[in-house]
């Protein structure tokens, strides 16, 4: 798919590197693309909007209130058509008007308005783009689903080295069109992804349980779909709904989990295993409710089966697993332990302790381990990019000559 036929709102706001908006502009109208763009105040200090206007032959908007065509309100109608927001250069100001909802002016008006997908490429100082206000704007969109060409690092024109450089024009572009792009390298791949937590009984009404919402495992499941894989998905009790087109097994306990695993297991490509699976279980599971008598109540727990383990251990040539560590501390030292002792090919680990990265949020901080150690590390991104990043590497690893299993 090209982007020929679709509608792309570029936005330019006040920085030095607005002249490369011009090169944007022309390649995306070369390519096809039906580009409305909107400049900020400071962006036509920068930038003549005749410019962009005579690339993009249509009319570039900056002021709110002015309204040419009176059937339509311009900046709900600019939103309401793009099939893709791209705010490039996006400076410093403009993300913070965005991450805290500030409409003082047409291009901060038209991103409240808009249910576009939106790409940010920052461009500004190196300090300033270190700055924790600013970094901390870019987790909060993130969180938002809010995607971010990185700036490069190089000389800049202020004088400083260091990252802050709007991406180039070829690249950027080069970005818009594998955004309208479907990925579909995990096409005919058999894939099974566990989530959720597990239930184990105490009697008819209690058990043990833990924190997982199955949000990253649904994630998960839901952009192999997309990718083209055949997905099954293996879910202790949750409120999710089912993405589409994902075959769902419910289970309930680690014991259900490891049938519903094992039995499909010599059939798949891919196994992540993404679920917070109870350790423990019950030893004897009540028939009845256990009633309240004495002031102390013991419970005596044994093992429940290491389902990732016995994973590892049967795992065929060309079958890739890849597994997750839920820590609190020494988040590397633990990883690399699981995964060597579970013959993983690839362990994903987050520190839960972290406010965005613990169980029943919508963003994740992890880091990509293989045998070698560190692979990724991935900042604080929405659960669905953080599944995307993921799946893109294990369908590498699984392109690679014997499937890139260990």
Known sequence: MTIKGKSIL?????????????????????????????MTESATKFLAPLTLQTLSRNRVVTDT??????????????ADHADLVLIAPATANVIAKLAHGLADDMLSTTLLATTAPILVAPAMNVHMYAHPAVQANMDLLRRRGVRFLEPGEGQLACGYVGKGRLMEPEEIVAAVQAFFTPDRTLQGKRVLVTAGGTIERLDPVRYLT??????????????????????VLVSGPSALPVPAGVELVPVQSAEDMKTAVLDRLPALDLVIKA????????????????????????????????????????????QLVIGFAAETENVAGYAMDKLVRKNCDLLV??????????????????????????????????????????????ASRMSQPGGGTS
Do not use: W
């Open 275 to 318: 679920a917070a699976v109870a350790d423990y279980r019950p030893e004897v599971t009540a028939d009845q409710k256990i009633k309240k008598k004495d002031e102390v109540l013991t419970l005596r727990l044994v093992k429940n089966p290491d389902i990732l383990q016995m994973v590892g251990e049967r795992k065929q040539p060309g």
């Open 65 to 78: 209130f002015d309204e040419q065509d009176p059937a339509v309100v311009s900046h709900i109608d600019l």
């Open 210 to 231: 833990n924190d997982s919402s199955g949000k990253m495992g649904y994630a998960l499941a839901e952009e192999a779909r997309a990718m083209g894989a055949e997905v």
């Open 349 to 394: 680990a987050n520190d839960v302790s972290k406010d965005d990265a613990g169980f029943g949020t919508d963003t994740n901080i992890v880091t990509i381990f293989d045998k070698n150690g560190v692979v990724e590390e991935l900042p604080v991104l929405a659960k669905q990019e953080v599944a995307r990043r993921i799946l893109k590497l294990a």
């Open 10 to 38: 570029l936005g330019v706001s006040g920085g030095i590197a607005a002249y490369k908006a011009a090169a944007v502009c022309s390649k995306l109208a070369q390519a096809g693309a039906k580009v409305n763009v909107i």
